[in-house]
T-cell receptor
Framework: DAKTTQPPSMDCAEGRAANLPCNHSTISGNEYVYWYRQIHSQGPQYIIHGLKNNETNEMASLIITEDRKSSTLILPHATLRDTAVYYCIVRDNSGNTPLVFGKGTRLSVIA | DSGVTQTPKHLITATGQRVTLRCSPRSGDLSVYWYQQSLDQGLQFLIQYYNGEERAKGNILERFSAQQFPDLHSELNLSSLELGDSALYFC???????????FGEGSRLTVL
């Protein structure tokens, strides 16, 4: 079962920042927060992951609260091509647990 | 392009038949994962292999089986197909048995 809670859907105006929240109140100390997205039946695409520090790459930023019970994925300047289902997943890196997808958040970027 | 190749892209078959889906992981990746995505179930983890050995198993039906070959490619065999097996089947790979997964574009199976 997924260990995360995400809103089912969100809208964002094109060019604005998209902030996607995720609650993971039962996260363990060795579990990472991963974000993936799936654009209309394509294969899911890795976006970013982090343990406790905030992370940034060319696609997005990940802000993790100090207690690690929630996080926010930020797409700084959303475009129409960012319309997708975004999945927040917690997983340890021991390899003993597979990547389990929940229902995610359907982000619609509107012109 | 993730570097993960899945064939065939589309497959239409009849109930009771058997099909094989093939996955070639990214160069250097030792782990292969299989996922099923149907309209009402979302992305479901089926099974993971690491360097030829089964590493983790999800809700994979007994009618389904998989293996990873010495050249690291993997095959998912689906037998005694039912209408409900119609779905997108994704393969993913990773360098080790954890970390970032790279997904293929999927094989769309339609069972009539």
């Amino acid at each position: 079962d997924a260990k995360t809670t995400q809103p089912p859907s969100m809208d964002c105006a094109e060019g604005r920042a998209a902030n996607l929240p995720c609650n993971h109140s039962t996260i363990s100390g060795n579990e990472y927060v991963y974000w993936y997205r799936q654009i209309h039946s394509q294969g899911p695409q890795y976006i970013i992951h982090g343990l406790k520090n905030n992370e940034t790459n060319e696609m997005a930023s990940l802000i993790i609260t100090e207690d690690r019970k929630s996080s926010t994925l930020i797409l700084p300047h959303a475009t129409l091509r960012d319309t997708a289902v975004y999945y927040c997943i917690v997983r340890d890196n021991s390899g003993n647990t597979p990547l389990v997808f929940g229902k995610g958040t359907r982000l619609s970027v509107i012109a | 392009d993730s570097g993960v190749t899945q064939t065939p892209k589309h497959l239409i078959t009849a109930t009771g038949q058997r099909v094989t889906l093939r996955c070639s992981p990214r160069s250097g990746d030792l782990s292969v994962y299989w996922y099923q995505q149907s309209l009402d179930q979302g992305l479901q983890f089926l099974i993971q292999y690491y360097n030829g050995e089964e590493r983790a198993k999800g809700n994979i039906l007994e009618r389904f089986s998989a293996q990873q070959f010495p050249d690291l490619h993997s095959e998912l065999n689906l037998s005694s197909l039912e209408l409900g097996d119609s779905a997108l089947y994704f393969c993913a790979s990773s360098v080790a048995f954890a970390g970032e997964l790279f997904f293929g574009e999927g094989s769309r199976l339609t069972v009539l």
